[in-house]
């Protein structure tokens, strides 16, 4: 693992570091972004009797299949509107939004994109006026309280919350009886009693503990958010690291982990897929997007369960709740037809709780929308979950999420993370650490 941390990291540094040269905006991917934006003719137009929006989307199985699913119900009551769905990837999203929103010109945009809550603020920042206030026309006491933070910027807010990126804590119920645990014992957990069950566990089944992409830092973002912390203070933009007590205490048990091998390392989603369907792990902490992956498991049925994630032992105000990934549909301005873009999304996915019914019942997605919890769907008994009602777990977890400010530099600022956590996994002090990353992230944010 540590090389792979060393191969990661050396990566991401060069990134960070091209990215420093520029004064311009920068998005949370490292693009280079401009100011501003100019109204013409996009992508949404009318076509014959009907009026056309657009929607650019990835992910066949979710952000698509939900559009569908909206598609159906809103066409069928307005018979005078197409909503043309495109499919195009995250990292396309983000290139060809800045690409557009950066030369000013709107030509070939869509109406609507979604956009990860980690990303927004800075594209926010660097295109104001380019996205549609929706402040009055949202009612955002109906969804998750922490998915309106990162779409808020000066008092306005932007986005229809959309996915839940609700963090859960998978476990095989079988792996853990082996090691003489019981389903009580995974409720309530701390770091530091979920560690010492995964050297038992390990013990018992020759099993890892967990699995993690030495590209990412999933466990250190789901952590810090639980206890209602980021790697910038409150206002998004002032570095926080040397003195951060949720960082360092994540750094201290990613390498706890990692030197007492309990960690199985992959590189992307197939190697991901592949130690947790063929049993390679006991543990996988996700957001709840990740339950549809964890059912494609063979021969798993009623072998697994989940939990809420374990909380930092030390840090104050740390929580057992936190979120992973997620993220948010927002309208372009200045696109035809953003008055139907704008319509479709309030009346679907802003208010419509029998979308977000069939969603889950249907799909296993997970909406973020508060009065669709209060559905029957929500007690279901799983049978491939020993028939666990997870969607109540899930739901109790999504009100308790804490809200942080993702700020304009997450993806940056991971970047420097990544390069020192190598470091310390070769043996650097972790203070010494951290005292590096501050200064590398004041240098970033200038």
Known sequence: MKKMYLFAAA?????????????????????????????????????????????????????????????????????????????????????????????????????????EDYRIQSFL????????????????????????????????????????????????????????????????????????????????????????????????????????????KEDGTTPDMENNAALKECLQIIKTITDDDLVRTYSGWAGLLEGVNKGEVAFQLKGCWFTPSIMKGEGQDGLWRVAKIPRLDSTPNATNASNLGGGSWYILNGVENSDIALDFLKTTFGENKELYNRLLDEKGIVGTYLPSQESDVYNKEIPFF????????????????????????????????????QKILQGEDIDDAMKSMQVQAEAQAR
């Open 11 to 115: 990566v991401a540094l060069a990134a960070s570091l091209t990215a420093c040269g520029s004064k311009a905006p920068v998005d949370n991917a490292g693009t280079q972004t401009g100011e501003g934006t100019t109204k013409q003719e996009a992508v949404g137009t009318s076509s014959g009797d009907k009026k056309t929006v657009t929607f650019w989307a990835w992910d066949k199985e979710f952000n698509i299949a939900a559009l569908e699913m909206a598609k159906e119900i809103y066409e069928t009551d307005h018979p005078d509107v197409e909503i043309n769905i495109v499919e195009v990837g995250q990292n396309d999203v983000v290139q060809k939004l800045n690409t557009g929103l950066g030369s000013g010109s709107l030509k070939g945009l869509p109406n609507a994109v979604p956009i």
């Open 125 to 232: 920042k660097s295109y104001p006026g380019a996205f549609m206030d929706l402040t009055s026309e949202i009612n955002y006491d109906n969804f998750a309280a922490y998915k309106k933070g990162p779409m808020t910027l000066e008092g306005k807010s932007y986005g229809i919350p959309w996915d839940n990126g609700a963090a859960v804590l998978y476990y095989r119920k079988d792996m853990i009886e082996q090691a003489g645990y019981t389903e009580e014992d995974m409720q309530d957990l701390t770091w530091s009693k979920f560690i010492e069950m995964g050297k038992k566990i390990k013990e018992a089944t020759g099993k890892k503990m967990i699995s993690m992409d030495p590209s990412d830092i999933e466990l250190m973002k789901l952590t810090m958010q639980s206890a209602g912390t980021w790697f910038t």
């Open 386 to 421: 020993g028939n666990q009602k997870i969607y109540q777990e899930i739901a109790s977890i999504t009100k308790e999420i804490p809200n942080v400010n993702y700020g304009t530099y997450t993806y940056a600022f991971q970047d420097i993370v990544m390069a020192e956590i």
